[in-house]
């Protein structure tokens, strides 16, 4: 089956078929994602808290997201692999932002990249174009910002903000973004964006009108178990699965029950018996 690119996401918007997103960190993940039939994979520095076990995203460095974007290309052949930039590494001037972008692209070989933000990164993002490099915005709660909102709250659920999020969006689809992720945003104004958008909104606790959905995979497979974010939905229990695993193993090595012969390779007795003497 053919790649997905750009051109299916802008189809999308036309023909009204949603757009489908999670995240992966890894080849194993990126691929069992990819076969099932996604639209898209984005490495998330969600990587951050579900994988590497900080508190939140401001972590996550350039290092980290080039190393498991790589895995994440590896295992994904149809869908499009879109890595998101990490806290600062857009902050420091245009050239850097560029650069930054390109390291994901030419040395993780991912297709497109996210960042956080409105008005403050549009001359990052369409500099990030120009180099030919497709970029997906992100706005509402926006988690690299998580110190400065003091804590994980929805965003635009007043005039002002739900104002300042639109102008954002307007803003960010006059830079020449693809898509726009609107995460945590009260449904009604993420319905009222996407329709006064031609680029399609990828939701993520933003309700069921964005032209599409993006969730993080170890959410909706119960692998991360230190808080349940409202905005997603458990399809699975791996982290049971996982623990019961582990259990078994440690009982069955303890009692002498694994390993088996079959588990096991054999030798001459000959061999045994001259070492022996
Ligand atoms: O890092 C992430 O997982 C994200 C999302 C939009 C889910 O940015
Ligand atoms: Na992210």
Do not use: W
Request: proline share 3%.
């Amino acid at each position: 089956s053919e790649k997905i690119t750009v051109s299916n996401f802008r189809e999308s918007k036309r023909t009204g078929r949603k757009i489908t997103m999670l995240t992966a960190y890894d080849y194993p993940t990126a691929k069992i994602i990819d076969q099932s039939g996604i639209d898209a994979i984005l490495v998330g520095d969600s990587l951050g808290m579900v994988v590497l076990g900080y508190e939140d995203t401001t972590r996550v460095t350039m290092e980290d997201m080039v190393h498991h974007t790589k895995a994440v290309v590896r295992g994904a052949k149809r869908a499009m692999v879109v890595a998101d930039m990490p806290f600062l590494s857009y902050h420091m001037g245009i050239y850097e932002s560029v650069r930054n972008a390109g390291r994901l692209v030419n040395e993780a070989g991912c297709k497109a990249i996210k960042l956080e933000g409105g008005e403050e990164v549009v001359e990052d993002i369409k500099a990030i174009i120009r180099a030919g490099i497709p970029v997906m915005g992100h706005l509402g709660y926006t988690p690299q910002s998580i110190n400065v909102f003091g804590g994980h709250k929805a965003q635009g659920k007043t005039f002002e903000t739900a104002k300042k999020i639109y102008r954002d969006a307007l803003l960010l689809q006059e830079a020449g973004v693809f898509a726009i992720v609107l995460e945590c945003v009260p449904y009604k104004l993420a319905q009222f964006i996407t329709e006064k958008l031609e680029v399609p909104t990828i939701g993520i606790g933003s309700g069921a009108m964005c032209d599409g959905q993006v969730l993080v995979i170890h959410d909706i497979i119960g692998m991360f178990r230190d808080f349940i974010p409202r905005h997603t939905k458990r399809y699975s229990d791996v982290g049971e699965v996982l623990e019961n695993s582990v259990k078994s193993y440690i009982k069955d090595v303890t009692e002498g029950v694994f390993p088996t012969e079959k588990n096991s390779f054999t030798v001459e007795d000959e061999v045994i018996e001259a070492l022996e003497k």
